[in-house]
């Protein structure tokens, strides 16, 4: 490590401002940044002082996010042995499953980080730090079979116009990673349909064709085929056609303990956002009209992108409710609008994207509503100790 800092302590000084390359000192301080602890203090005054700096915070959700990925990269190669009907070891579909998700990694952060620098260096402003998760969380949300300049099409979108319209990370009013996802399924909604195609090329005569489409659990209850529907241990461990890092809840949850010890999400928002899911499952299955109303409480939490939204997107702190109370309300209200788009709306079978672009929206309404409320129940209270107090006087 000492002999990085001589390196780095050597380079240091033509990127200051003035220097050959000033232009771009936001770039080099990026770079400085994540790799060492910034050396900026505070000595004295009132300042809150901690060890964990915005790009410590967001290594730690990095770190949540990598059971869903490792076991998103073992479930594509193992969906793809899987169509051309053979059992394959472990290491075996991990290798496949890397060779097709890797190059989405890169693209999704080469992407996303090339727009981020580009607005660091015109403005002169610190580059964010925000898209080290949404990079990762736009690999996450989208099947391995997507075209790459799809993706980099779609991070560039979100980042301009969900981040740096609005002043950039810390800024925005929408999650940038559902916003790509928006963007891909509105624009180009055959590769986000019911069927997320998995990848195979199979081999006939001197030809490879590829000729394979997962239906995922949730396309099949939209098409009414619950019979067909995985096991609901099948459904836990994640190993089902789906998108990269949507399928597994256990290695879901796992990242979610994580990020809830930590402190670096909310766990009144999980908490509620299944609340939410759980009321409104219960309810449709006392109406049960149809075989999507009927489907249990327990399946509709461990299909689709419930879970994931729930820990990983509806959590962010940025967009979400900020307030004690304002949490529960904004996670209820997801849970709830997750479920009744699925049953309502069956052309939207995952649900929880919209739910949360939507709550995105109203989150400061909710914080806003929330304030008022405290500040009328301080009033009466004022009001009342008052009233009380000029009648005890003689």
Do not use: C
């Not at 049953?343 to 709550?359: K, Q, S």
């Not at 400061?364 to 409320?373: F, N, Q, R, T």
Request: positive net charge; hydrophobic residues 50%.
């Amino acid at each position: 490590m000492k002999i990085i800092k001589d390196i780095r302590d050597k380079i240091r000084p033509h990127f200051d401002k003035g220097a050959r390359f000033g232009r771009f000192y936001r770039a080099w301080e990026a770079f400085d940044t994540f790799l060492f602890v910034p050396e900026k203090t505070t000595s004295q005054g009132s300042h809150i002082r901690d060890a964990v700096d915005m790009k410590r915070t967001m290594v730690y959700v990095i770190i949540a996010l990598i059971p869903p990925l490792l076991f998103g990269i073992w479930n594509t190669g193992y969906q793809y042995y899987q169509a051309v009907g053979i059992d394959p070891a472990m290491l075996e579909a991990f290798s496949f499953g890397l060779i097709r998700v890797l190059p989405i990694i890169i693209v999704s952060y080469a992407s996303g980080l090339a727009i981020e620098f580009l607005f660091a260096v015109v403005r002169d402003k610190e580059v964010n730090e925000g898209f080290l998760v949404t990079g990762m969380l736009v690999v996450l949300i989208l099947p391995a079979t997507v075209p790459l300049w799809m993706v980099a099409v779609a991070n560039i979108f979100a980042v301009i116009i969900g981040k740096e319209i609005f002043g950039g990370t810390g800024m925005n009013i929408v999650n940038p990673a559902l916003l790509s996802r928006a963007f891909i399924l509105f624009g180009y909604p055959a590769y986000l349909s019911g069927e997320v195609y998995t990848y195979t090329r199979l081999q006939e005569g001197h030809q490879l064709v590829d000729g394979y489409s997962g239906v995922t659990p949730l396309s099949l209850v939209a098409e009414g085929k619950t019979e067909a529907l995985p096991s609901d241990l099948s459904m836990f461990i994640g190993n089902m056609p789906g998108v990269i890092g949507e399928t597994s809840f256990a290695a879901i949850m796992l990242g979610g303990l994580f990020l809830a010890i930590t402190g670096v999400a909310s766990w009144r928002i999980i908490i509620s956002v299944f609340a939410g899911g759980i009321f409104m499952s219960w309810l449709f299955n006392i109406i049960a009209l149809n075989e999507y109303m009927m489907i249990p409480i327990h399946q509709h939490l461990l299909l689709g992108a419930f879970a994931f939204g729930a820990v990983y997107m509806a959590t962010d702190p940025v967009t979400a409710a900020q307030t004690r109370q304002g949490k529960y309300i904004y996670g209820f209200l997801i849970g709830v609008l997750t479920i009744l788009i699925r049953v309502v709306n069956p052309g939207f079978p995952g649900g929880v994207m919209l739910a949360i672009l939507m709550m995105n929206v109203f989150a400061p309404l909710i914080d806003y509503y929330v304030v008022e409320a405290n500040i009328r129940r301080r009033m009466k209270r004022l009001k009342k100790a008052n009233i009380i107090a000029n009648e005890s006087k003689p």
